[in-house]
């Protein structure tokens, strides 16, 4: 509000003590653009380089830049079970060529890819290690990490964790599991937009 050019009402109390609910550990995390204020690209890079058994991410535009690329790639070779529900409809071809010049990598490397059917995917979440949950407006795509301002929730509560893990599961169930062999047998046409995409993936 500051930052926008609004003022402080010193009579106001903008943060009133308020009584604690539920046992759930709960952590708001902002982004703002800038250099220094990548909160919301360390906390999923984290999150995903230190994954143990279960990585579950629903993606609306995915185009993160190498390091959490390799970090899912490694978490997968590593044994954790990587699923990503990603878009197959979009309001951003340019966007969405993007993240597929990634899914080769990733389908080499073991993690498992799911096309969102029935309308334009816009939701942005993870589970991992079915204790470890986030919700926020965060895309997994540069522009979201170095240019937006954003705000995700971090809920460490395995109870949380199993309610967003049913939503990944329907999902999935609403999706189409894209195998190695069908995506080797893509159109050269699509391989020439994903290369282009990517170039300018960080303006997106």
């Keep these: 509000w500051q930052w926008a050019g609004g003022e402080l009402d010193p009579t106001r109390t903008y943060f009133p003590q308020v009584p604690g609910?539920?046992?759930?550990?709960?952590?708001?995390?902002?982004?703002?653009?800038?250099?220094?204020?990548?909160?919301?690209?360390?906390?999923?890079?984290?999150?995903?380089?230190?994954?143990?058994?279960?990585?579950?991410?629903?993606?609306?535009?995915?185009?993160?830049?190498?390091?959490?690329v390799s970090a899912l790639a490694n978490a997968a070779r590593r044994g954790v079970d990587?699923?990503?529900?990603?878009?197959?409809?979009?309001?951003?071809?340019?966007?969405?060529?993007?993240?597929?010049?990634?899914?080769?990598?990733?389908?080499?490397a073991g993690v498992k890819l799911y096309r969102r059917r029935g309308g334009v995917l816009h939701a942005k979440t993870a589970v991992i290690d079915g204790v470890w949950s986030t919700v926020g407006s965060t895309n997994l795509d540069l522009r979201s990490f170095w240019y937006n301002d954003e705000v995700n929730a971090i809920i460490l509560d395995r109870d949380f964790a199993l309610s967003m893990e049913k939503l990944f599961d329907k999902d999935m169930e609403e999706s189409n599991p894209l195998s190695k062999e069908e995506w080797k047998a893509r159109s050269t046409s699509n391989r020439i937009k994903e290369w282009g995409a990517h170039l300018v993936g960080p303006l997106l």
């Design 82 to 108: 990587v699923r990503m529900v990603v878009p197959l409809v979009t309001d951003s071809p340019v966007a969405l060529h993007a993240g597929e010049y990634y899914y080769s990598r990733l389908l080499k």
């Design 21 to 68: 609910e539920g046992d759930a550990m709960v952590m708001v995390v902002g982004n703002t653009p800038g250099q220094s204020n990548r909160t919301t690209y360390l906390m999923y890079l984290s999150a995903i380089r230190n994954a143990r058994y279960s990585i579950h991410l629903t993606v609306a535009y995915f185009a993160p830049g190498r390091a959490i």
